[in-house]
């Protein structure tokens, strides 16, 4: 993906991101690949990122100097 920003810089032509009603998360990533000043978005666009949940229990039994793997 990095080389849409790559070739932006390099070759002779230009693109761009138009983003149009809704970009979703994974487009949004690909958005971000992007010169910032080649990033447009049509009126009304709704961006929807996701957040991803994590729940985890951490035990950490020992030197903490032995469990940094853990950590």
């Given at each position: 993906m990095g080389d849409v920003r790559f070739a932006s810089e390099t070759e002779?032509?230009?693109?761009?991101?138009?983003?149009?009603?809704?970009?979703?998360?994974a487009g949004t990533t690909f958005m971000s690949f992007f010169m910032r000043e080649n990033r447009y978005l049509s009126r009304g666009t709704r961006l929807r990122i996701h957040d991803r949940k994590l729940a985890k229990h951490l035990v950490i039994d020992g030197p903490l100097t032995t469990c940094l793997a853990t950590v």
């Open positions: 002779q032509r230009r693109f761009v991101f138009l983003g149009k009603a809704a970009i979703y998360s």
